[in-house]
């Protein structure tokens, strides 16, 4: 799918700073700008090289300066309220597999296109330049360079020297290639105005230097093409291709994404080769992983183990979810998922009562698809363990009650997907029973049970389990006054609070209502917390619901999981809908009538990816991560489930 921006979609300054584009590589590297070509973000770059797969980042190009002869095509806002406002003679901006823009001032037309190196720390220009002038002109290119850690600010005295076309600061070193004529100047600093940090209370404000110029002198009547190629090497020089061997290989990579499901909307093939994004290496391991979502978030074993099926499964990428599952098969302890794995010789985090469970059903999904005994034989002792340790009790307070349900969380820990705290404040307490905690850990003995029958181990323990678990379930969830479940057994108030928690016990494989409870949940999600872009996480009568996300941190913490909308389970709610209406033609065509509108949520801040939340009140624009791997991967499994 190809998006097209013009004239009227970045009116003002501020309006071209709404979207941005995202390119990525597999090694955790990324190319996001706005589509007038600005940074808006401190975590906006042109080159964010990643130096270790997958989180090792370095911002390394913050932004590139453009200028014809005396014209600044470039817009950027600046820490001195000063501007440039290159918007005003962009004609343009398109973005399918990467980025277009078409600049148009006083005869001359300039095509740009960029492209970031699927599998290196590598960005390309190209730029078609038409001279219909009756005299010549000199395009020139100035890019700023941070090599600075992503988030962090260039440190005060820090050097960038040019050494040839090598370009060297902290021990990294970047080699330029171009066709153009190639110009060292005196080391130039410039301070941004970060418009989109602002707002929320981040660093407002950062620096970034320039150390060169490349130009190009077109004739009247002219048409010449400018070339640039930036590397992130070693020592050695890297053979370096030109932009259009790159920009081949983007799409080629990113075909091959779509090319493996069969996809018939035109939504979900653009969701497909956006789910490409968030698969990347991961160097300690030698496995992959998934980062959770961009600009801020690294690999979360919680957001994987959600994403997976989706990002992995529905795009037939069968081996990437083998690597994936094996990586943390490797580090279960305790009957645990990390939910972090940091690098560094650091130890994984292992704060989270759902990855473990929900690696047990990726497992059941990736058998589903392909039938792979010897890779679930692989994997059933480590399931076994993580059904005894829930069983007898682990860290973080998780258990297996007398009823058989699971409890979880203590003192400040907060190991469900609700997990803000801020200090001693837990914003969404949900210690106790949580919902769909319980309807994940029926879920895993059901599968556990499935598994032992395939394999041909003793299985009665779990029926046994299972059916405890479904008892107690429907005698303490069940709100019959309300017509949905609690969302957590803790004695608490909260506990009767309306959230979308409750949509994951109609939607997995393996569930413990009856269909008409089940149907009963789907209508009071609908009618509670459904929008056109995803799922309140709190009914907007509750009086702890905040209609808005913004502002400082703890303003943020606050409403994160109390009404802020959220896209990932608006996908459990659609198959949940999907399910209790018996896959019906009436049903599939309101869901696909419905889910139309993400085609306008895929316009919207960042090009062709769903974000990680939206305001609770009026979900219109988007906020938190621009791209997010669970929600692109949940509303995947939607569109490869209706079109069967």
Same mark, same amino acid.
């Given at each position: 799918?190809?998006?097209?921006?013009?004239?009227?979609? @970045?009116?003002?300054?501020?309006?071209?700073?709404?979207?941005?584009?995202?390119?990525?590589?597999?090694?955790?590297? @990324?190319?996001?700008?706005?589509?007038?070509?600005?940074?808006?973000?401190?975590?906006?770059?042109?080159?964010?090289?990643?130096?270790?797969?997958?989180?090792?980042?370095?911002?390394?190009?913050?932004?590139?300066?453009?200028?014809?002869?005396?014209?600044?095509?470039?817009?950027?806002?600046?820490?001195?309220?000063?501007?440039?406002?290159?918007?005003?003679?962009?004609?343009?901006?398109?973005?399918?597999?990467?980025?277009?823009?078409?600049?148009?001032?006083?005869?001359?037309?300039?095509?740009?296109?960029?492209?970031?190196?699927?599998?290196?720390?590598?960005?390309?220009?190209?730029?078609?330049?038409?001279?219909?002038?009756?005299?010549?002109?000199?395009?020139?290119?100035?890019?700023?360079?941070? @090599?600075?850690?992503?988030?962090?600010?260039?440190?005060?005295?820090?050097?960038?020297?040019?050494?040839?076309?090598?370009?060297?600061?902290?021990?990294?070193?970047?080699?330029?290639?171009?066709?153009?004529?190639?110009?060292?100047?005196?080391?130039?600093?410039?301070?941004?105005?970060?418009?989109?940090?602002?707002?929320?209370?981040?660093?407002?404000?950062?620096?970034?230097?320039?150390?060169?110029?490349?130009?190009?002198?077109?004739?009247?009547?002219?048409?010449?093409?400018?070339?640039?190629?930036?590397?992130?090497?070693?020592?050695?020089?890297?053979?370096?291709?030109?932009?259009?061997?790159?920009?081949?290989?983007?799409?080629?990579?990113?075909?091959?994404?779509?090319?493996?499901?069969?996809?018939?909307?035109?939504?979900?093939?653009?969701?497909?080769?956006?789910?490409?994004?968030?698969?990347?290496?991961?160097?300690?391991?030698?496995?992959?992983?998934?980062?959770?979502?961009?600009?801020?978030?690294?690999?979360?074993?919680?957001?994987?183990?959600?994403?997976?099926?989706?990002?992995?499964?529905?795009?037939?990428?069968?081996?990437?979810?083998?690597?994936?599952?094996?990586?943390?098969?490797?580090?279960?302890?305790?009957?645990?998922?990390?939910?972090?794995?940091?690098?560094?010789?650091?130890?994984?985090?292992?704060?989270?009562?759902?990855?473990?469970?929900?690696?047990?059903?990726?497992?059941?999904?990736?058998?589903?698809?392909?039938?792979?005994?010897?890779?679930?034989?692989?994997?059933?002792?480590?399931?076994?363990?993580?059904?005894?340790?829930?069983?007898?009790?682990?860290?973080?307070?998780?258990?297996?009650?007398?009823?058989?349900?699971?409890?979880?969380?203590?003192?400040?820990?907060?190991?469900?997907?609700?997990?803000?705290? =801020?200090?001693?404040?837990?914003?969404?307490?949900?210690?106790?029973?949580?919902?769909?905690?319980?309807?994940?850990?029926?879920?895993?003995?059901?599968?556990?049970? @499935?598994?032992?029958?395939?394999?041909?181990?003793?299985?009665?323990?779990?029926?046994?389990?299972?059916?405890?678990?479904?008892?107690?379930?429907?005698?303490?969830?069940?709100?019959?006054?309300?017509?949905?479940?609690?969302?957590?057994?803790?004695?608490?108030?909260?506990?009767?609070? =309306?959230?979308?928690?409750?949509?994951?016990?109609?939607?997995?494989?393996?569930?413990?209502?009856?269909?008409?409870?089940?149907?009963?949940?789907?209508?009071?999600?609908?009618?509670?917390?459904?929008?056109?872009?995803?799922?309140?996480?709190?009914?907007?009568?509750?009086?702890?619901?905040?209609?808005?996300?913004?502002?400082?941190?703890?303003?943020?913490?606050?409403?994160?999981?109390?009404?802020?909308?959220?896209?990932?389970?608006?996908?459990?709610?659609?198959?949940?809908?999907?399910?209790?209406?018996?896959?019906?033609?009436?049903?599939?065509?309101?869901?696909?009538?419905?889910?139309?509108?993400?085609?306008?949520?895929?316009?919207?801040?960042?090009?062709?990816?769903?974000?990680?939340?939206?305001?609770?009140?009026?979900?219109?624009?988007?906020?938190?991560?621009?791209?997010?791997?669970?929600?692109?991967?949940?509303?995947?499994?939607?569109?490869?489930?209706?079109?069967?």
């Amino acid at each position: 799918m190809k998006w097209i921006y013009g004239k009227q979609d @970045f009116k003002t300054i501020e309006r071209s700073e709404e979207n941005c584009y995202l390119m990525t590589n597999e090694l955790g590297g @990324f190319s996001s700008l706005t589509m007038a070509g600005g940074v808006a973000r401190n975590d906006h770059a042109f080159l964010m090289g990643c130096l270790k797969a997958p989180n090792c980042r370095y911002n390394i190009i913050h932004r590139l300066k453009e200028q014809l002869d005396d014209l600044v095509l470039s817009t950027q806002e600046f820490a001195d309220g000063t501007k440039e406002e290159g918007y005003r003679f962009l004609t343009s901006f398109s973005y399918e597999d990467n980025p277009v823009w078409i600049f148009q001032a006083d005869g001359v037309e300039i095509r740009k296109e960029a492209a970031l190196d699927p599998e290196k720390n590598a960005a390309v220009l190209k730029y078609e330049i038409e001279n219909r002038r009756r005299e010549s002109c000199i395009f020139q290119v100035k890019p700023f360079f941070q @090599f600075a850690p992503k988030g962090e600010d260039m440190e005060e005295g820090q050097k960038i020297l040019l050494d040839g076309n090598r370009i060297r600061c902290r021990d990294m070193c970047l080699d330029v290639r171009t066709n153009g004529d190639f110009c060292s100047v005196p080391m130039e600093k410039e301070t941004y105005f970060y418009r989109y940090d602002a707002c929320d209370g981040r660093r407002p404000t950062g620096t970034a230097a320039a150390v060169h110029t490349v130009a190009a002198k077109i004739l009247p009547g002219e048409e010449k093409t400018l070339e640039i190629v930036y590397a992130l090497e070693g020592e050695e020089p890297p053979a370096l291709e030109r932009p259009d061997e790159v920009i081949a290989r983007v799409r080629s990579f990113r075909d091959r994404w779509q090319e493996r499901g069969s996809w018939k909307s035109e939504i979900a093939k653009a969701l497909a080769r956006s789910a490409s994004a968030f698969v990347t290496r991961r160097e300690s391991t030698g496995g992959k992983t998934i980062l959770a979502g961009y600009p801020f978030f690294e690999d979360w074993g919680r957001d994987t183990m959600i994403a997976l099926p989706g990002i992995c499964l529905s795009t037939g990428q069968y081996e990437t979810a083998k690597s994936i599952l094996r990586t943390f098969a490797v580090n279960e302890r305790k009957g645990l998922m990390p939910n972090l794995f940091p690098e560094g010789g650091k130890e994984p985090m292992y704060n989270t009562v759902d990855a473990a469970l929900l690696f047990i059903n990726c497992v059941y999904l990736y058998y589903e698809k392909t039938k792979d005994k010897a890779f679930i034989e692989e994997m059933y002792p480590v399931m076994e363990r993580i059904i005894t340790a829930y069983r007898e009790g682990t860290d973080y307070g998780i258990a297996m009650d007398a009823d058989g349900l699971i409890r979880a969380g203590k003192e400040l820990d907060q190991v469900t997907w609700m997990d803000v705290r =801020i200090g001693k404040i837990l914003p969404t307490p949900r210690h106790g029973k949580p919902v769909e905690i319980n309807a994940y850990w029926y879920n895993a003995l059901k599968i556990t049970d @499935f598994f032992a029958g395939v394999l041909g181990h003793p299985k009665e323990q779990y029926q046994e389990m299972a059916e405890k678990v479904k008892l107690s379930f429907r005698e303490k969830f069940w709100m019959e006054e309300k017509h949905c479940l609690k969302d957590v057994l803790s004695g608490e108030a909260a506990d009767t609070q =309306i959230r979308c928690n409750q949509i994951w016990a109609v939607s997995l494989p393996f569930t413990m209502m009856d269909k008409e409870k089940e149907k009963q949940v789907v209508e009071t999600v609908f009618e509670k917390l459904y929008t056109p872009y995803g799922l309140r996480t709190l009914e907007k009568e509750d009086p702890d619901f905040h209609p808005f996300y913004g502002g400082e941190m703890m303003e943020r913490d606050l409403a994160y999981h109390q009404g802020t909308v959220w896209p990932f389970p608006m996908g459990a709610y659609y198959l949940a809908y999907l399910k209790v209406n018996s896959w019906s033609e009436k049903a599939r065509g309101r869901v696909k009538r419905q889910m139309e509108v993400l085609e306008c949520a895929m316009r919207e801040g960042c090009i062709g990816q769903l974000p990680e939340i939206y305001d609770g009140e009026n979900p219109a624009s988007s906020k938190g991560c621009f791209a997010q791997a669970w929600s692109v991967g949940e509303i995947l499994r939607v569109y490869e489930n209706l079109e069967k």
